[in-house]
């Protein structure tokens, strides 16, 4: 643009209105709906044509044909006369379980990373600094691998299982621990855990009403900690409710009864986990290091203590930091899950998309569900952390 | 040009087919210079890699036999291995021209897939490789066991069968690629492998003790295991099925690699239809004159490969039982080449 001797900005020259710049945008954008549109448009003609040529109908009918192969891990009923909807389904939840379970462990581990990097020890701070760097600097895949065939490979066999006090064994075939058998009366405990939860709330919620009001404090944690361990276990005095164990034994090649986790499962758990806990606490070690030191300083000048500082002072405005990066990382979480097929865990990319793909040649279909399964999961993260989010935003007044 | 290639990449990436529409693969082939043939990651006997990545094996000399007829060179081919889950998208996508990959003929991939079959090069059955201190000798005492499968196979359906008919628990632990399956194995994650019997006896021999491994004597499936091509293209199915009956075809008439080129002077009208010396069956397909004579000279005739890689002349050692010719007791039956 000419700029004249004064510096100041000469009147924009009368152009044709092809030079126009919002014409322009116009134009461009037009241009490029056009061109994705019309691309589109021709892959999915040219996919029709080519199905056509090798005489492949699309459908979703195929959904309800027998699938007849098994699954070595399922939450629902599965058998080989199940159908490829119940595979799906199967696969689904698989993904679910060890996402949410991974995200849970991951968020905990990676706040202790996180705020153990800042650490003012230096054994604790190094120490976390080295295990970030060392563990997200190695491919995911990678590390699956060395969980499972290491770990597999020093595990016993399953006739010399380690056994810790009889309860759970450990060998080649995974981790079999006793499974819980309530009786009827046991209900009672689970309610009277219940009351005990909500009674810990209304203290907690008292409690904070009473230090506004008067300012004196009250030993809230050491209470609440009283109540959840004591209602229940009087509960269970009382009632005399029984809680059995069923203990896995072993019988022919393996162990049966109690709750059988398969290595696969623990691998992929283990792998999400750790990978993904070293970026959360670099999230969170950002996050509380975005909150000025003269927070704290104000803070503590108003004579807050330590915790309640953390607490109510930098923790708040941390997350505000913390929240947009840790929602991808749940996600690259969830999707990452999908690795789990390398080491024969039977998620959704595994059974669905690799086994049921393979055994009713339905690729388009089959592909198109996975997609949007990992597409609406995606979605759904996304719309809790930006609830979240937009409460723990700087609210402006 | 440069569409051409984007067109390539966007169907390759999604597994469709152009190729398909066009559908004259030996033309392509031709213009190329050399055939595409999809093979397993690693099958001893049926297609390995040494450490030039030379690759050898049952499945590696029928391509070999599809280039000579081509080319007169059995060299002019380019191996991609598959995995059994990938195969078909690789078939279908025109990344290869001829899948030649231990792959079983079934009623629901020949007329659901868009493929072909071409012929049965192996006729096999499926088998259980256990380690012998297991105490088993029937695969009828596995109820109960932990079962390595390799995903994306007719392998994984005849175990839900078998267990379900003899009304056995198993709990099957299923990966994506063969490595894997057999790490998994050797480490003890399972108790059986389970796969063709062919290829339990090569994969036996790659273990680090492989006398501590046994192969159950029951076989629980019939795997023919057939070359594929993509469905659409006749005239290139032609020149798969006649290479694989001109190797049967020249093993009947005792044409070797060795003698092939003293045959040439045989007075026998079959051997000289087979040789190209009367009649001309190679132009119609696409073909010279001579394109039996190049396969045998190529890379010899159907005995000669079986041997070379999976019977008496292999570590692997099989007999030739089911995959004799007809006339010895077994399957493997040519139409004649008049």
């Known amino acids: 643009m000419a700029v004249d001797t004064a510096g100041r900005l000469a009147p924009p020259p009368r152009t044709a209105f092809f030079n126009d710049p919002v014409i322009r945008g116009y134009f461009y954008q037009a241009l490029l709906v056009l061109i994705v549109g019309g691309l589109v448009y021709w892959l999915g003609a040219n996919a029709i044509a080519n199905l056509t040529a090798q005489g492949k109908s699309l459908g979703f009918d195929f959904l309800r044909n027998t699938a007849g192969f098994d699954i070595a891990y399922t939450l629902i009923p599965y058998s080989r006369t199940s159908t490829y909807l119940d595979v799906f389904f199967v696969g689904l939840l698989n993904t679910l379980l060890v996402s949410l379970i991974s995200i849970v462990l991951a968020t905990l581990l990676g706040f202790f990373l996180g705020i153990a990097r800042l650490s003012p020890n230096w054994l604790v701070a190094k120490v976390a600094a080295i295990y970030v760097e060392f563990t997200r600097n190695i491919p995911l895949l990678l590390q699956l691998f060395i969980w499972y065939f290491a770990v597999l490979k020093v595990m016993p066999a399953v006739k010399q299982s380690y056994s810790l006090g009889d309860m759970v064994f450990i060998n080649q075939r995974g981790v079999f621990i006793p499974s819980p058998v309530p009786d009827d009366k046991f209900v009672w405990v689970v309610v009277a855990l219940v009351i005990a939860v909500l009674a810990s709330i209304a203290v907690r919620i008292w409690a904070k009403t009473r230090l506004e009001a008067t300012g004196q404090r009250f030993p809230v944690f050491l209470t609440v900690l009283a109540i959840v361990i004591a209602l229940p276990a009087l509960t269970w005095l009382v009632t005399g409710a029984n809680l059995a164990l069923d203990v896995p034994k072993l019988t022919g090649f393996n162990f049966r009864g109690g709750i059988d986790l398969p290595p696969e499962l623990l691998a992929l758990i283990f792998g999400l986990t750790i990978y993904t806990a070293t970026f959360i606490g670099e999230i969170v070690r950002s996050g509380i290091e975005a909150v000025s030191r003269g927070q704290s300083e104000a803070a503590q000048s108003l004579g807050l203590r330590e915790g309640d500082r953390l607490r109510l002072v930098v923790i708040p405005q941390a997350m505000r930091v913390i929240i947009p990066p840790l929602t991808s990382e749940y996600l690259s979480l969830t999707k990452n899950s999908s690795l789990g097929a390398a080491i024969a865990f039977p998620e959704l990319v595994s059974i669905f998309s690799g086994t049921a793909l393979n055994q009713a040649g339905r690729a388009i279909e089959i592909v198109g569900m996975t997609m949007a399964v990992y597409l609406t999961f995606s979605l759904i993260v996304s719309l809790i952390m930006n609830i979240y989010n937009a409460r723990v935003a700087l609210v402006e007044r | ?338």
């Open chain 2, 1 to 338: 040009m440069n569409k051409k290639l984007l067109t390539l990449a966007i169907t390759a990436a999604l597994g469709l087919t152009a190729t398909a529409a066009q559908a004259d693969t030996l033309s392509d082939i031709k213009q190329r210079g050399f055939v595409q043939c999809g093979v397993s990651e690693g099958t001893p006997g049926f297609a390995v890699p040494d450490a030039n990545n030379e690759w050898s094996g049952l499945d590696v000399d029928y391509c070999r036999a599809l280039a000579s007829a081509i080319f007169n060179d059995p060299k002019a081919v380019r191996f991609t291995p598959t995995t059994s889950e990938n195969r078909w998208q690789t078939l279908s996508a025109g990344e290869v021209d001829v899948l030649s990959r231990t792959s079983t003929w079934t009623m629901t991939r020949d007329t659901t897939l868009g493929i072909k079959f071409v012929g049965t090069t192996y006729y096999d059955g499926q088998g259980f490789l256990v380690r012998k201190d297991l105490g088993v000798t029937s695969a009828l005492e596995l109820g109960g066991a932990t079962v390595c499968i390799e995903s994306g196979t007719t392998t994984e359906l005849n175990a839900a069968d078998y267990f379900a008919a003899n009304s056995m628990e198993y709990s099957p632990v299923t990966f994506v690629s063969q490595d894997e399956t057999l790490k998994a194995f050797e480490d003890g994650r399972c108790d059986v492998f389970t796969t063709d019997a062919s290829a339990l006896a090569g994969n036996r021999l790659d273990f680090a003790v492989p006398d501590d491994y046994v192969v159950l004597p029951e076989i629980i499936s019939k795997e023919p295991l057939a070359v594929v091509v993509r469905q659409g293209d006749d005239m290139w199915f032609n020149v798969a099925r006649w290479t694989y009956y001109a190797l049967l075809e020249a093993e009947e008439s005792g044409v070797t690699q060795a003698n092939v080129d003293e045959m040439l002077g045989s007075d026998n009208p079959g051997i000289k239809r087979l040789l190209g010396l009367e009649g001309d069956f190679g132009t119609p397909m696409g073909l010279t004159k001579d394109w039996a004579y190049q396969i045998v000279k190529g890379v010899g005739n159907y005995s000669e490969i079986f041997e070379r890689n999976v019977g008496s002349g292999s570590p692997i050692g099989i007999a030739r039982g089911i995959n004799a010719l007809w006339k010895d007791g077994g399957l493997q039956y040519s139409p004649p080449i008049r």
